[in-house]
């Protein structure tokens, strides 16, 4: 299983990006696929994850900001990032496993992902 990140960049706050992670070795409407995140200083930290079912689920911080989104044609999962805050700045990685195969509920999956993309830089700066 292969991931790759992109779409991060320097923006201002409130501002907005997309991120975008291609997936191939899995079929992204079959598996888990998760965001997340390391700040400088921080531990990774769970964002938001896509069941197979489409389920999604949002940690408390990026909800209502954030969205999950798959497009099964190109295998790619998108987190559409909004209002962005300071706070927000960090490296985003997408994750998936290939144990999780027709899982629903992707917010039990999150500390258990072990494919990890190499992450894409977030820097929220005026």
């Known amino acids: 299983v292969q991931l790759q990140a992109s779409g991060g960049g320097l923006v201002q706050p409130g501002g907005s990006l997309r991120l975008s992670c291609r997936v191939s070795g899995i079929t992204v409407d079959k598996y888990v696929v998760g965001w997340f995140r390391r700040a400088p200083g921080k531990e990774r930290e769970g964002v938001s994850c896509i069941s197979s079912s489409g389920r999604t689920h949002y940690e408390g911080s990026v909800e209502d900001r954030f969205t999950i989104s798959r497009d099964n044609a190109k295998n790619s999962v998108y987190l559409e990032m909004n209002g962005l805050k300071f706070e927000d700045t960090a490296v985003y990685y997408c994750?998936?496993?290939?144990?999780?195969?027709?899982?629903?509920?992707?917010?039990?999956?999150?500390?258990?992902?072990?494919?990890w993309g190499q992450g894409t830089q977030v820097t929220v700066s005026s």
């Open positions: 994750a998936t496993d290939p144990a999780m195969f027709g899982i629903n509920d992707c917010q039990a999956m999150m500390g258990l992902f072990t494919s």
